[in-house]
């Protein structure tokens, strides 16, 4: 198999990461039930970061991504060589079916993120700010919820509403950093994938029965669709700024994760969008934003729609968004909705 460009990397990938894997020692997949190890030898993730930092031209988007995952085994005070093995067998393979000037620039990648493992991976010691009004009940949410007590974490969201916290402060000041620390706690090591899932489900479950109350007939904003590319499962955030823009008068649909492009095209064109927001947590979807994107422009229905990106793939490189060819990126709610108003003035 020959792989000219990073783009056929992308598609070519689980053929890739298969012959990369032989390469490497059959033990390094032995994980024994430690999902972290499992991560850290994803060669088929691996490579689809790869490719789509060369693609954005973005080498803080390999390094940084690399760092994260090295943090996985130093949390489990493991060595750096899985990593490390990973790093090699990818180098090796791509030297044998790589060909085209986008090699020497995987090599120069590769290499940054070797010398980059030894820095200390920047993350806050809490998420939980004492600026933050309501810093005590999102710690008390993330603690029940981390509990398994989800009829108590959702009687206390719904205290606080009736007793006068807006919604919208329930999203920014509450659920929003315990996402965070949440996220926090599983990359050190201090909760398993199950609890993180489980906390996960119970704020969107939170969010589901808050809806009626932001809800209004008039709609007078304009109209907006959002969603996650395919291949994208992280959808709390699409859906939370989506509902932001409810709450501000907008007319919105969320579509949710892993939406095929042909669905969202006659989703845009079926509720007469403005505004197409597209969510990435992973940098890996970043091609597939891009390629949503060419769909968007090159559909002649869709030639007044206005293309908003954002999440966590964007937030590490500001050009990105340039990049895949977007009108506009909002690091958050806030300047999401002022970025869609200044696009209606």
Partial sequence: MVIDSETALIRN????????????????????????LKMVVDLEMHLAFLASAIRCDSIDLFTEYALWTHQLLVSTGRSSGPFLACLAAIEA???????????QRAREYLAAARRELDAVLEMPASYFDDSNPHRELAERFLHACLALQRPQALAMIH???????????????????????????????????????????????????????????????G????????????????????????????????LGADVPKES?????????????????????????????????RASPKCSDIRILVGGAAFNKDSAIWQKVGADGWASDPDQALALAASWRA
Avoid at 13 to 36: I, Q
Avoid at 223 to 232: M, W
């Fill in 159 to 221: 205290a606080a509403v009736q007793a006068g916290v807006p919604v919208r402060e329930v999203y920014l000041d509450v659920l929003t950093p315990a996402l965070h620390e949440l996220g926090r706690l599983w990359h050190s090591n201090r909760i398993t994938v199950a609890q993180e899932h489980y906390c996960t489900a119970i704020s969107q479950m939170v969010m589901a029965q808050l809806f009626p109350a932001i809800f209004e007939d008039d709609r007078k904003c």
């Fill in 223 to 254: 109209r907006l669709v959002s969603t996650c590319v395919a291949g994208e499962l992280h959808e709390i955030g699409a859906r939370m700024v989506t509902d932001l823009f409810e709450m501000n008068g907008w007319d919105t649909v969320f």
């Fill in 93 to 103: 393979e791509l030297d044998a079916c790589g060909r085209g000037d986008w090699v």
């Fill in 264 to 296: 969202i095209i006659d989703t845009l064109i079926r509720h007469q969008a403005s505004i197409l927001a597209i969510s990435a947590t992973l940098g890996s979807n970043l091609g597939d934003v891009e390629e949503l994107i060419q769909v968007v």
């Fill in 13 to 36: 990938r689980r053929e890739v990461a298969a012959s990369a894997k032989c390469r490497m020692e059959p033990a390094l997949f032995e994980f024994g039930g430690n999902e972290r």
